[in-house]
Every structure is written in C-alpha cells, then in structure tokens.
C-alpha cells in the first residue's frame, strides 16, 4: 500500500523552495477520508488545504484531483500533474482493497470510517513540522514518526496488528518519510509563491449590530455580525462566537452577547483586524436602536399620508 507514496514522491521533488515565502504559521494538509459501508461499496473523498483555504478536491466519478485554484499547482509541469493524478487514481482503488483484505484481522466492523491526515507545516524562524495520522471511526489509531508507524491508543486491539503490517514495509517508510519530511514544506512554499495574491489578500470586514430571539423573561440577545473579511483571524469584543464561510472565500462571524433586559445601556461591539489599518471598528448599541427608530419612523410618516390621502379621496367621491 504505501508503496503508492512513491509517484508522488517523485513529482514533489521538483517543487520550488523560497524560505522568504510566508511569515507566519501555516500549513499544508492532505485528507483522505473513506466510508465503508460494505465489502462492495466504499465512498471516497480526497482533499487539500492551505490553512483554512481548500485547494485541491475529488470527482468521484472520474476519479480525478481537480484544482480548485488557479495557483493550486504550485510549479509543478504538466508532466507532473498528470503523475499527481494518476497517483490519487490507483491510491483510492488499492487503499480500500488493504483494508477490505485486512478488516477481519483488524477488527474493522462494517460500516466503518477510515481518514487519513498528512501534511506540513512552517513555522517562522522555527523551521518546520510534519504530521500523518489514520483514524478509525472518527478516533486516531496511529500515527508516522521517523520512518516507523505507533500506535496512538496503547493495547488498542486494531491499532497494533495495523502498525506491525505497515511497519513491514521498510523502503516505503523511508520514501514516506521524504515525502511529508522534505517533499511537502518544498510543494507548500511553492503554492505560497503562485498563490501568494490569494493567500495575502486583505479584504476589509463589515459590520453591523442586531437583537435575536429574548432568552427568557427580562432577557436580551444582542448579536454583533461581522462580514466579508479576509484572513481570517479577527476580535470580537462580545462573548460567544460563531464563524461562516462566505462564497467568495471571505469569512463572516457573529459574536451573542446575552444580557438583562435593563443592563444594556453604554454596550457596544468593537472589531479589530489586519485589514483595518489599526482603525478599529466601534459599533453602539444606542445608536443601532437610534437608527432603527428613525427608520420606523420614515416607514410609518408615509404610511400615515397615504391614509389621509386615501381617506379623503374615498370621501370626496362618496359624495
């Protein structure tokens, strides 16, 4: 089975090495992940991500990596690509076949999930750091370290029989290795490279303030939302959180705040970041409720006139 790392291997080889291309953490990550509902039927999802931005996806049907980013190749030619995909190809056929061969030995009980998480990631001025895990049912089994696999989970009755299995394979270990020890941080700063316009955009949040469901009895919920911004990290002054992602790849955050009923004076909503220019945004509540009583008001003036309208013109032609 790992012995499938090795086109791989040799396509990431090539990558291009800029250390000058990221200054902060980041990483590059690969998912494989596999539902196994029976011996005859196995649902396959692949995909890759910078951070949080998805980069590379799966069409089940054709069995093929699609890029979903002009710059998802990095700089890898055409050749390349075609390995790339011709390896992802015979992986998802001869991954399920090791484990539909070894499910009894393994103590895999239909149905069943299997993901397996691989990947890099760089560190400012502290060099890198690699990870690949499989998880059985949504728990890590085991993980890749220095050329060997361990158990995760001492004295697990799946995790050990599966660790001597691949442990076996000696040479493709080492290729493993390679591939997420080196190969990996080389491929990542490739992407930061043709990436780089993507990846570092700043896109400047939106803001605004609204009122949700009363908790209960003399209970206020106050909701701060925050729209369209890029990257993603930001603050929030209010309590509890919750993140969206937008169409467009920005992100969008509501932030709750429950309060008394009668302890809401002076509250307000501030947002700080990267796309800011240190100029925080300050949102008040007295003024979102101001604002919103002056639109009542410019709904209901005329709303008032056309019924003194209406009711005088019904008026005049009765008569």
Known sequence: ML???IP???VLLVAGDNEDAFQEEI???MTYSSSFYNRSWVKIRHSAWVGDLQTHGWDSNSRTVTFL???SKGKLSKIEIKELVEFHRVFSV??????HRHANQWQLKYPFEIQITGGCELHPGEGKAVFLKVAYQGSEL???????????VKDEITAQPMCRRLNQYHVANRLVQRLIGYSCPRFLLSILDTGKADLQREVKP????????????????LVCHVSGFHPKPIWVKWMQEWYLANADGTWYLQVFLEVEATETSGLYCRVRHSSLGGQD?????EHHRSSRGWIIVAVMVPLVLLTALAFGLWKRWSH
């Open 27 to 29: 990483s590059f990550k």
């Open 8 to 10: 791989l291997l040799a």
């Open 3 to 5: 012995f499938l790392q």
């Open 281 to 285: 945004i300050i949102l008040y509540l």
């Open 206 to 221: 939106e803001a605004w303030l609204s009122t949700g469901p009363n908790p209960g009895p003399d209970r206020q919920m």
């Open 142 to 152: 085991l993980h890749f370290q220095n050329k060997s696999w361990l158990p995760s």
């Open 94 to 99: 001869e991954m399920p076949n090791q484990f």
């Open 69 to 71: 980013r002009p710059w």
